[in-house]
């Protein structure tokens, strides 16, 4: 059964301005106020840093384990979102999975088209091997088009040789350029964030002239051989849906220790919420999670 908060949350959602024909700077500016009201808790401590060229945060809550890091994707199509947006739900995830998390604002699209995301996102990964951090000790994660993300940093490492992190996180995870999957329809009258127009938008924007089907831009076509165990978080009332279970497929069926979990009535980036019960349940099990693999 779905809390009221839940409920709550659909009805605001549903209940916004839609503004027609957004440019993007209006649609970065509104996902800006709309998340970045979140208050943060007064023991978070945020540090700026420069990974590798990548402008990042180090976010972190008393009582991490110094050694242990996550390396955070966020979402937002490729084109919105940043390090203010996402700054209060990596603070929870800090704490429940007792690490500090490397936030990384890489380039946005359009302006910085494929495969730029993918290239800010191993130079982080490759920073943080540079100042000393165990690969064994790193978690990659990210939500939506940070999941996406997620797998293709993944991929890519492995096809340079780079060792690759202990485990990886991808929520909600969008992998598929072309919006072809089922629940794009099946789904479309219960998903108040996202559609497939949406998704064709963002595709194109962040596409430019690139293959849809390139495996870094949809890690769905993507060689998943030698990856490390996934754990894959999705709402059932997403579009996305069927993203995450053919990506959980794939990966089943090369070999990945793969662990997916469809969360009922959820809705996309259901994990932003701090007043909603099932968010912070969701990034407990991933506490739960890392510390099952890694000990």
Not at 83 to 107: F, G, N, P, Q
Not at 260 to 277: K, Q, V
Not at 283 to 294: A, C, H, L, N, T
Request: a negative charge; glycine letters at 8%.
């Amino acid at each position: 059964m779905p809390s009221e908060e839940l409920q709550m949350i659909i009805e605001a959602l549903r209940s916004r301005p839609v503004l027609e024909n957004a440019t993007i700077e209006e649609q970065r500016a509104g996902f800006e106020a709309g998340f970045s009201r979140f208050q943060l808790a007064e023991d978070v401590q945020c540090q700026p840093v420069d990974a590798g060229g990548v402008p990042a945060e180090w976010v972190s809550t008393p009582g991490v384990v110094e050694e242990r890091v996550v390396c955070y994707l966020h979402g937002g199509g490729y084109s919105i979102g940043s390090i203010r947006t996402h700054r209060e739900m990596v603070s929870r995830l800090s704490r429940a999975v007792k690490v500090r998390v490397l936030l990384l604002d890489y380039r946005l699209a359009p302006e910085n088209p494929f495969p730029s995301a993918v290239e800010d996102s191993v130079a982080g990964y490759r920073w943080l091997l540079s100042t000393g951090v165990d690969p064994a000790r790193i978690v990659i994660a990210g939500e939506s088009a940070g999941g996406g993300l997620t797998v293709a940093t993944l991929v890519a490492l492995r096809d340079t040789g780079d060792p690759l992190p202990a485990v990886a996180i991808p929520m909600s995870p969008w992998v598929d350029m072309e919006a072809l999957s089922e629940s794009m329809t099946t789904k479309a009258d219960v998903d108040p964030v996202v559609t497939r127009e949406n998704i064709l938008q963002m595709a194109k924007n962040y596409l430019g002239d690139a293959d849809p089907r390139a495996p870094l831009a949809a890690p769905l076509y993507a060689d998943l051989r030698g990856l490390p165990p996934l754990l894959i978080q999705v709402g059932t009332s997403e579009v996305l849906l069927d993203d995450a279970t053919r990506l959980a497929d794939r990966a089943k069926a090369a070999g990945v220790d793969v662990v997916m979990e469809p969360w009922e009535d959820m809705i996309h980036m259901w994990h932003f919420f701090p007043m909603l019960p099932e968010g912070q349940q969701a990034i407990d099990r991933i506490g739960e999670f890392v510390q099952e693999k890694m000990g």
